[in-house]
């Protein structure tokens, strides 16, 4: 069963009107993934996400949802599987301070991301904190920290950071469309390489 991505009605409520199209690794990835979780809320308890996953962009078209979904539908049926690599646990520093799972750039995962790029580029689609394939970090959030002072932020993210040794690795066949809209989180699963009939 699917376990949604936020569940507190402040994190709701911050979502409203925002669509994310992200992966959701189920094997490898989001076994090392949950461990650095329980790890780092051991050590403060801090907003995060409810279930792991890796965004490939995000949204605010709260009244063209169906226009966004016809084209990732349509990047979709040309998708080949992504290979996502966990390779390090790092940080976004202030004023972000989000302590991450950093994925390596696989060929599979940028080429996914730039042809994802290039299906929105003649479009008018609202994109939030869009950053160029080169330039955008491929990771999945463990916790957000902004709320910490320096001093302790400065203190978790040294303690946090950490190449990982065992490079845990999985291939993604599917997306995941997931918005937020009257105070819920709802979400379609997009399977690559498949042309829908709806």
């Known amino acids: 069963m699917r376990r949604p991505f ?22 490898a990835v989001s076994d090392v993934y949950r461990a650095e979780q329980r790890s780092a809320l051991g050590r403060m308890d801090a907003p995060h996400p409810h279930t792991e996953h890796v965004t490939l962009r995000a949204f605010h078209e709260p009244k063209r949802r169906e226009e966004l979904l016809a084209l990732i539908r349509e990047w979709a049926v040309a998708q080949r599987p992504i290979e996502v690599v966990a390779e390090a646990v790092d940080v976004f520093p202030a004023p972000w301070q989000v302590v991450i799972l950093r994925l390596r750039r696989t060929p599979s995962l940028v080429s996914a991301y730039a042809n994802l790029s290039e299906a929105l580029e003649g479009t008018d689609l609202r994109r ?63 399977p690559f390489g498949l042309r829908s009939f709806r």
Not at 7 to 21: C, D, F, I, N, V
Not at 136 to 161: D, G, M, Q
């Open 6 to 27: 936020m569940t507190s009605p402040a994190q709701l409520e911050s979502l409203e009107g925002q669509q994310y199209l992200v992966l959701r690794p189920t094997r």
């Open 128 to 190: 939030l904190d869009e950053r160029s394939t080169e330039d955008w970090t491929f990771h999945l959030s463990v916790i957000y920290a902004k709320t910490l002072a320096p001093a302790a932020w400065t203190e978790l993210s040294h303690k946090s950071r950490r190449s990982l040794s065992s490079r845990p690795a999985e291939t993604i066949s599917e997306a995941e469309l997931v918005w937020y809209e009257d105070g819920a989180e709802h979400s379609e699963v997009i």
